[in-house]
């Protein structure tokens, strides 16, 4: 796995869990997304394990957030933001935007092994079928913004990803990493 290494440590994050979840519909039209349960465990506390396994402890969860407070938590903190519609709605003048992607089939066979290696059930075949219909809807919802760079990591490991990635920023900001 690639070493990351930042000019600065990260030392908090904040959790923006207000979406409805379109593609977790009908499940959240009764529970707000963050508290959705997979395999018994609550979504959000997934991801706060994940971030104190990081060393990182001071975390917020903002929940029925305004643009202007993305806004307003972008230019205090200088944060990575990601999600639908950051780069053209919530953010649209970044300095650095991305739109990662790959092939419906590549994100279909990393999903199925993600499932497979957590006991799931679940065919390549469903796994693609699904990864299909969500491009369908995020098709109609959002766009990448028309100043970001496409970043297609069909090709890519994990690593060769992460380079890219920090090339990129690298080149938009003069900043090096590592």
Not at 55 to 63: C, G, T, W
Request: aromatic share 6%; hydrophobic share 40%; glycine share 6%.
């Amino acid at each position: 796995m690639a070493e990351i290494m930042f000019e600065h440590t990260i030392e908090r994050a904040i959790i923006m869990a207000a979406g409805i979840g379109q593609r977790l519909r009908p499940v959240t039209l009764t529970t707000p997304k963050p508290l959705v349960t997979v395999n018994g465990v609550c979504m959000i506390d997934t991801i706060i394990a994940a971030l104190h396994e990081n060393e990182i402890h001071e975390i917020y969860v903002v929940v029925g957030y305004l643009k202007e407070q993305f806004y307003e938590w972008a230019k205090k903190y200088n944060g990575i933001m990601d999600g639908r519609d950051i780069g053209t709605t919530i953010l649209p003048n970044a300095q650095v935007k991305i739109f990662l992607t790959a092939s419906p089939e590549v994100r279909a066979e990393r999903r199925y092994k993600e499932l497979k290696e957590k006991g799931v059930d679940v065919s390549y075949e469903e796994t693609l079928a699904n990864v299909i219909r969500r491009d369908k809807q995020d098709e109609k919802q959002s766009k990448a913004a028309e100043d970001s760079i496409l970043l297609d990591n069909s090709e890519l490991d994990f690593d060769g990803t992460v380079n890219h990635l920090l090339e990129i920023v690298e080149e938009r900001t003069g900043v090096k990493h590592g």
